[in-house]
């Protein structure tokens, strides 16, 4: 069985007496008759492998013989000419490993057969209109079907509430893609460190760092990359990355490569000129220690908020050292008047999104524990706004350090560890290269 057929496998004997809808992701348009380049939708993938359009998943645990199946686009010699090869009805069950496939025009013929037999339906409503009246019409059919007996769908379940709990929880594939990205992003990270110098462009660094990782053999970025010289680095999703890189600023730069659609997320600031100033080296020294102590409480029955408060405390005590803040450790984190400087949390979960998909709080509205397997950013920082009531000296200055950290059965496990991040590394390698893509 492969990983994908043990995927659905999973989700069947999760089901119960319930079937599952999953559909592939539409092309979307960019303008006129140009689309976008296509992106999968990642439950969808992570179930099939698929990567193309106009597809429907079936997972139906009652159908002996036919558990899951795979509605799809069938091979077709014209259009395979214009825009590339198909896996097709044959190919779903043979390369697949489908129970059984069908062309997706059947579709709405064939799935009230899948319905029949089944209590609730798992399909997220009001995404797809189209395919909603399908659905709509086909759970209509197999309620008027099994009037004299038999079961049909009383009600309709979000999807996720299966799919994102297994897709939290990584396995030794899907880790092993991981670190292949979070290789693909040190080379684009240590190339762009290598070429920065006064008078770059954001967007050319940007390009130097996005090249390396196609160089690496990543397929994408997993966002657009945020490339923020000087004060555009206290501007927390700054990607317009269109200014000029000055001596004596720090530049940050938050971008990840994407390779076989699983993400990868760093955040890593350095001296425009190869040299952190005092101010500069005090609030670095200051984030970085934060990150490691997040870091630090990452371990299997931990509280998944105890990274955010543990590095919270830090950044707090830190403000205090410099006087950015005065008074009551404990009292400042109380009244959180460490959001002027730090306003966002320290990480979220990822895998095949970036923000990937899973609760990070229990039924009972705790933050729940962290367990083997669970991937998540730990990315603290400190942003200090110009138009804040500090001196000078400290204003525009905006730092993040962050890395991507897998839940081990021990310590922690830093997957993209291997990316420079310590003041001397970063002096060291800052400025050391071409300008040329390395």
């Not at 008078?199 to 990359?225: F, K, T």
């Not at 409480?297 to 006087?323: C, F, I, M, W």
Request: aromatic share 8%; glycine share 8%.
């Amino acid at each position: 069985m492969n990983v994908y057929a043990a995927r659905r496998e999973a989700v069947a004997k999760a089901l119960g007496d319930a079937v599952a809808v999953i559909p592939a992701a539409p092309h979307a348009t960019r303008n006129a008759d140009t689309e976008y380049e296509y992106r999968q939708h990642s439950d969808f993938y992570y179930l099939t492998g698929l990567n193309e359009p106009e597809a429907v998943l079936v997972i139906a645990p009652h159908k002996s013989g036919e558990r899951d199946v795979l509605f799809l686009r069938p091979r077709d010699r014209e259009a395979e000419i214009w825009t590339g090869k198909r896996v097709g009805v044959e190919g779903a069950v043979d390369d697949l490993g489908f129970d059984a496939a069908y062309p997706i025009g059947e579709l709405a013929a064939k799935l009230p057969d899948y319905l029949n037999g089944a209590l609730a339906l798992h399909y997220a409503l009001g995404v797809d209109e189209p395919l909603d009246r399908i659905i709509l019409a086909a759970v209509k059919e197999a309620r008027y079907r099994v009037r004299r007996g038999g079961k049909a769908p009383l009600s309709y379940v979000e999807p996720g509430t299966i799919v994102h709990e297994l897709r939290l929880h990584k396995t030794p594939e899907e880790l092993a893609i991981m670190r292949r990205a979070a290789a693909a992003t040190r080379a684009g990270h240590e190339a762009g460190m290598r070429a920065t110098r006064p008078g770059l462009w954001e967007y050319e660094l940007e390009a130097i760092i996005e090249y390396n990782y196609r160089l690496a053999g990543a397929q994408d970025v997993a966002y657009p990359s945020i490339v923020a010289g000087g004060v555009n680095a206290t501007i927390l999703h700054y990607n317009t990355n269109r200014d000029r890189l000055y001596e004596g600023q720090l530049v940050l730069v938050d971008s990840g490569a994407e390779l076989d659609v699983y993400a990868s997320d760093v955040t890593r600031t350095w001296p425009v000129n190869g040299r952190f100033s005092a101010e500069q080296r005090a609030l670095y020294d200051i984030v970085l220690a934060a990150q490691k102590a997040g870091i630090e409480q990452v371990r299997p029955g931990r509280s998944y908020n105890a990274y955010h408060e543990a590095a919270v405390r830090v950044l707090t005590e830190g403000l205090v050292d410099v006087g950015l803040l005065s008074g009551s450790i404990d009292e400042l984190i109380e009244t959180e008047k460490h959001r002027d400087f730090y306003p966002h949390r320290t990480g979220h979960w990822i895998g095949l999104d970036v923000h990937d998909v899973g609760r990070y709080k229990d039924d009972a509205d705790e933050y729940r524990p962290l367990a083997p397997g669970m991937v998540l950013t730990v990315e603290p920082g400190l942003y200090v706004q110009p138009d804040l009531d500090v001196p000078e000296r400290w204003k525009g200055i905006g730092i993040r350090i962050e890395d991507d950290v897998l839940c081990t059965s021990g310590d922690p496990e830093v997957i993209t560890a291997s990316i420079p991040k310590e003041a001397a590394e970063l002096e060291a390698i800052v400025g050391s290269g071409a300008l040329a893509p390395a």
